[in-house]
């Protein structure tokens, strides 16, 4: 078993043989708002961005990886870093599980599980931050579950169509981490 797997799910370098599940994520308007996404993405840029996604994330700063579960050998979602910083050790971490029917299965816990322990040992970084809506209830309880800690508030700060909504900053720092 690799250090990106466990016995429930895989995560894995995205493949070119995932560009049609890419751009229907992509392109689902009801998940743009965690991706601040306003424009959908065409087949001919998600292709460019599958060949360019195997440089090294000290290069291009970010790294999607792909939930596979691992029976079913089911892509199930994404876990990504961004914002990498290697002089001040951090990254930003997203995670989605595109369908509803996967959602609270616990998929999700073990993809991030399995990314923390990542970013921690291989990586070496000194802290993992995320940012939620604070309606986003789910997301928030799957993080501070994880160890990560609200450490902020940022007022009105993500445009909705319902107005403006607050966004939680968490973030989790090496020495908090009890699964390194």
Same mark, same amino acid.
């Given at each position: 078993?690799?250090?990106?797997?466990?016995?429930?799910?895989?995560?894995?370098?995205?493949?070119?043989?995932?560009?049609?599940?890419?751009?229907?994520?992509?392109?689902?308007? =009801?998940?743009?708002?965690?991706?601040?996404?306003?424009?959908?993405?065409?087949?001919?840029?998600?292709?460019?961005?599958?060949?360019?996604?195997?440089?090294?994330? @000290?290069?291009?700063?970010?790294?999607?990886?792909?939930?596979?579960?691992?029976?079913?050998?089911?892509?199930?979602?994404?876990?990504?870093? @961004?914002?990498?910083?290697?002089? =001040?050790?951090?990254?930003?971490?997203?995670?989605?599980?595109?369908?509803?029917?996967?959602?609270?299965?616990?998929?999700?816990?073990?993809?991030?599980?399995?990314?923390?322990?990542?970013?921690?040992?291989?990586?070496?970084?000194?802290?993992?931050?995320? =940012?939620?809506?604070?309606?986003?209830?789910?997301?928030?309880?799957? @993080?501070? +579950?994880?160890?990560?800690?609200?450490?902020?508030?940022?007022?009105?700060?993500?445009?909705?169509?319902?107005?403006? +909504?607050?966004?939680? @900053?968490?973030?989790?720092?090496?020495?908090? =981490?009890?699964?390194?």
């Amino acid at each position: 078993m690799s250090q990106l797997e466990n016995s429930k799910i895989k995560l894995r370098a995205l493949e070119i043989e995932d560009i049609d599940i890419l751009y229907d994520w992509e392109n689902n308007m =009801n998940i743009w708002n965690l991706s601040n996404t306003i424009v959908p993405f065409s087949k001919y840029i998600l292709h460019k961005y599958i060949e360019s996604s195997h440089e090294d994330i @000290f290069t291009s700063k970010q790294l999607r990886l792909v939930i596979q579960e691992i029976t079913s050998q089911k892509p199930l979602g994404f876990i990504d870093l @961004f914002d990498f910083d290697f002089l =001040n050790s951090r990254a930003g971490i997203g995670i989605l599980i595109n369908d509803i029917e996967n959602r609270k299965k616990g998929f999700a816990a073990e993809a991030l599980r399995i990314l923390i322990k990542y970013c921690f040992n291989t990586l070496n970084l000194n802290q993992l931050y995320c =940012n939620i809506n604070t309606d986003n209830i789910d997301s928030i309880n799957l @993080f501070k +579950k994880s160890g990560f800690e609200i450490t902020g508030t940022k007022k009105k700060w993500n445009r909705t169509s319902d107005g403006f +909504k607050d966004e939680y @900053f968490l973030q989790l720092l090496k020495n908090q =981490n009890t699964t390194t």
